[in-house]
Each structure stands twice: as structure tokens, then as C-alpha cells.
């Protein structure tokens, strides 16, 4: 049942988005059948047609949702794809597509910074700080792998799990919540550990995505390096001309 809490301090906004993503997850949706229109589902929830319209606009170029003018929307067909334009957990992204992150490997730790590190995270010595790395896929098959180096400032003990989404975690431990980012990419092979690690043959092409999150201080407090399985997984980047 659909339904929202008119006396929540969640905006209705976040309320319809996260009900639409749940909608998105049922079998008929999955399989290409229509989304209730907006008329339906503003008097469904008790919300404004203007309230629902800008859940399923941002869906939309999001890339998890399809409109076509005269049908209707449904669930995008783009199956493993990730766009890189929205704070959205990776794990929640792919579920909205139909798909069951797996994590293969998962360890975080206390590490020496290298040279790329202490620049990008803007560190002003090299003491140890928390690590995270982790191996993930689908069906059976690794993808993807993750490293994120994060600032001492954010108070990690080594203590979470991350078995929620990790901005999420980040905020629970610090307040801290990520405002922009930059992102480098490059294409690299694979040696003989990471083949080993993605099940791939040695010097099969990956992606490498490179980024550096930072507050609404401007102040960076994550620098990650992603590399992806180039033929298990395709990557968006959503732009827009600027005023």
C-alpha cells in the first residue's frame, strides 16, 4: 500500500521519491508496465500533482525511469548502468533496477596515505587513516572495485559496518554531508591482483573513476578509486548547459 505521513519531518517530496522507488521494485514495473500517471498517484498519496510530478522528473533523469509522451512512464531497460549526477547509494540505484548487489569482499582499515591521498584529501601529515575497500557485483560475478581513503576529521573508529548506504553511515558518525565532488577518468588493465580479485584475464581493460567528495565547506573529506569491469557495467554522465 501506498501511502504517506503528512506528519512526518521528511519533506513529501522525499516521501513520494522514496515510495516511487519502492513502486519501481514490484515485478510488473520490472517487466515494462506502466507507472500509475500522475493524477492517480497525487490522489492516491494526498499530495499535490506538482509534488508527485517532481518525484517522477527527478527519476527520470536519473535514468531510472522512461517517459514518453501520449504511453506513459515505466522503468527504464538500462539494467547496469549507474549515473554519477545524484547522491544516491549504489545499492539502492541498482535495486531500482532490478538488481542485487553482492559484496564479494569488504575491509576497512587503518593505512599510511599515499602522495595522491594526502593531496586530494588536503592532509597536512601522513599518521594512518581509515581505509575502506570493497568488492562488489551481481549474478554471481564481481564488478566492480572501491577504495575510499577518508578524512580524520569525520571520526571514524573503524567500528561501522557499512551495511547501509555509506554517505548515510558518514552522516550518522559526523553530521557531514557531501554537497560536490570531482571526478577524473581514465581507462587502465587489470594486473595480475586485480584480475584475481574481479575474475577477469590479466590486462583486461577497466575503467578507473577517480573522485574527491567534499562538504558544503568546501573541504574534501573522501577520495575514492573505482574500478570497473568495462564489459559488466556501463557508466552515465548527465550534463546540462549552465546559465
Known amino acids: 500500500m501506498l501511502s504517506i505521513n503528512h506528519n512526518s519531518a521528511v519533506p ?38 506538482g509534488t508527485v510530478r517532481t518525484s517522477l522528473t527527478k527519476l ?27 547522491w544516491r547509494s549504489f545499492s539502492r540505484e541498482m535495486a531500482a533496477k532490478g538488481i542485487a548487489v553482492e559484496n564479494f569482499k569488504l575491509s576497512c582499515r587503518l593505512v599510511k596515505p599515499g602522495p595522491n591521498v594526502v593531496q586530494s584529501l588536503q592532509l597536512t601529515g601522513a599518521a594512518p587513516i581509515w581505509c575502506l575497500e570493497r568488492i562488489r557485483g ?26 547501509q548506504p555509506l554517505y548515510q553511515v558518514i552522516e550518522m558518525v559526523s553530521g557531514i554531508q557531501p554537497h560536490h565532488a570531482r571526478e577524473e577518468f581514465s581507462a587502465v588493465s587489470a594486473d595480475a591482483r586485480m584480475a584475481r580479485w574481479l575474475a577477469v584475464a ?7 573513476r577517480r573522485h574527491t567528495v567534499f ?3 568546501n573541504r574534501p573529506f573522501e577520495y575514492a578509486e573505482v574500478r ?10 548527465d550534463l546540462s548547459r549552465g546559465k
Open 12 to 49: 513529501l517530496r522525499a516521501q513520494v521519491e522514496e515510495l516511487l522507488r519502492d513502486l519501481m521494485r514490484r515485478t510488473e514495473y520490472q517487466n515494462g508496465a506502466l507507472l500509475p500517471d500522475e493524477v492517480r498517484l497525487a490522489a492516491r498519496l494526498g499530495v499535490s500533482r
Open 60 to 86: 527520470v533523469h536519473e535514468g531510472l525511469l522512461e517517459r514518453k509522451a501520449g504511453v506513459g512512464t515505466r522503468v527504464s531497460k538500462r539494467q547496469a548502468e549507474s549515473g554519477i549526477h545524484a
Open 138 to 163: 551481481w549474478h554471481g560475478k564481481p564488478v566492480l572495485q572501491s577504495i575510499s581513503w577518508f578524512h580524520p576529521r569525520l571520526g571514524l573508529t573503524g567500528a561501522e559496518t557499512f551495511d
Open 202 to 208: 590479466r590486462g583486461t581493460p577497466l575503467l578507473l
Open 215 to 217: 562538504d558544503p565547506g
Open 228 to 237: 570497473y569491469v568495462s564489459s559488466r557495467f556501463e557508466l552515465t554522465l
